[in-house]
């Protein structure tokens, strides 16, 4: 077995996988040995993955729904309206993962091994990956797993998870209305937490329920299955099948995740600090923030330097801030955001393309106490 490689990716997941993709298509790696270690090789539907974008995008091909409208529910505002120019858009892992290994199997020069990889470490020039099976080599190691729970355990920075559990359902008649999602419903019983419900129909009579909360503290399993179940009777929606069942969580801080890269280890997805750290979001950042990431190894230039730290970093670590000391407050907050701002807005912010005039123009909008003693807490 050949143990030394142009480029390791440790973890087949969606960040993973999409780096993987995107090296397969272009001819700067088609003379480097790539290897792919995961303990599995994914091929089913445990994951659905939801972003925004405008016009055409780049995995329209295996989208299973988009909506032009969306929803928002609260007790301090509610409204139903177009997102133009953009499109919500939804994709299950098993077309992602289909699409991504059928690619590869076209590239000799990558190599997949299933193995646990049970550690890595940076060494003099060059980065090793311990498996369960042999011990690998490598000038770049991408590596998309977390290994350390030191996020956890640190107190600069707060750390909430976005957790939920959720039912794909079907219905025998036309129960929903297959043009619009529901991206948040704060009508559901807080419980002294940021809690909501997240509908997607992706026909008539088939759509996903999803309890969500951004809170410290996972629930046991039958509750989030109980607050899905209380919400559907409350919709008159009895006689269905639950096809599906999914769970995650996400954690929510802003943690410096990138200061373990390293000379030749670079951390992706999750374990690299990409998902959005005031929303969960991960899929719309990992699509950019590997395009980014290729150009930055064709490039030649030190890991250590991909990373950089924007304005966009310091409003998440104060929206958390607030959540982390009030969690409760969460659907006031959003409620007063969409209350206030225009949706195109909202995403166009969430996206991180607003400018800093645009930027100011939200954040005065929100309930100004909570911000301006975040602030005073971080800065002095």
């Known amino acids: 077995m050949i143990n030394n490689y142009d480029y390791i990716l440790v973890g087949a997941g969606a960040s993973g996988l999409m780096m993987a993709y995107r090296m397969s298509k272009d001819t700067f790696f088609d003379n480097k040995k790539i290897l792919i270690i995961d303990q599995e090789k994914k091929s089913i539907n445990d994951r659905t993955w939801c972003f925004w974008e405008k016009k055409e995008g780049e995995w329209d091909d295996i989208l299973v ?34 699409t991504i290994w059928k690619q590869l199997a076209n590239k000799t020069n990558i190599t997949f091994i299933e193995s646990a990889v049970l550690s890595i470490h940076q060494e003099e020039n060059s980065a090793k990956v311990v498996t369960s099976k042999s011990t690998f080599h490598s000038k ?84 989030y299955e109980a607050e899905i179940e209380t919400y559907l009777k409350e919709k008159n929606i009895t006689n269905y099948t639950i096809t599906e069942k999914e769970k995650g969580s996400i954690p929510m801080t802003c943690y410096h995740f990138w200061k373990q890269n390293s000379e030749n280890i670079i951390h992706i997805g999750t374990a690299g600090g990409w998902s959005k750290a005031s929303t969960g979001f991960t899929f719309k950042n990992t699509t950019k923030k590997t395009i980014q990431l290729i150009a930055h190894l064709k490039e030649g230039k030190p890991l250590q330097t991909f990373h950089k730290v924007n304005k966009f970093w310091f409003y998440d670590l104060l929206l958390l801030d607030i959540l982390h000391e009030k969690n409760y407050l969460g659907a006031t907050l959003f409620g007063q955001l969409f209350k206030r701002t225009s949706v195109e807005k909202i995403l166009k912010f969430l996206d991180e393309e607003t400018t800093f005039t645009e930027d100011l123009s939200i954040m005065l909008k929100m309930p100004p106490a909570n911000f301006i003693r975040a602030i005073f807490k971080r800065v002095f």
């Open 65 to 98: 729904k988009s909506w032009k409208k969306i929803q928002f529910k609260s007790h301090i505002h509610s409204l139903e309206e177009s997102i133009f120019p953009y499109q919500y858009k939804m994709i299950r892992s098993e077309k992602f993962y289909d």
């Open 140 to 223: 770049t190691v991408i590596n998309s797993v977390l290994f350390s729970d030191e996020y956890k355990t640190q107190t600069e920075y707060p750390v909430l998870q976005q957790h939920f559990v959720g039912f794909f359902i079907k219905t025998e008649s036309e129960s929903f209305d297959d043009e619009k999602a529901t991206f948040m419903d704060f009508k559901i019983p807080q419980k002294g937490n940021t809690r909501f419900m997240y509908v997607l129909p992706f026909s008539k009579n088939e759509a996903l329920f999803e309890y969500t909360l951004f809170s410290e503290k996972l629930l046991p399993i039958s509750e």
